[in-house]
């Protein structure tokens, strides 16, 4: 059986790939944070 790992070992972007999913996480954080000090303030 073939996992996500992987195919992203086997991807020559899997660099590419594993920093992309790191900014994704970063960023989703971030704007997680914003919207519950906006709802803090109300």
């Known amino acids: 059986m073939k996992t996500k ?3 992203y070992y086997m991807s020559p972007l899997y660099e590419f790939n ?3 999913l790191f ?3 970063l960023y989703n954080r971030i704007k997680q944070r914003k ?3 906006v709802t803090l303030n109300e």
Do not use: P, R, W
């Open 23 to 25: 900014f994704v996480k």
């Open 5 to 7: 790992f992987d195919y």
């Open 35 to 37: 919207t519950s000090k």
């Open 18 to 20: 594993y920093v992309v």
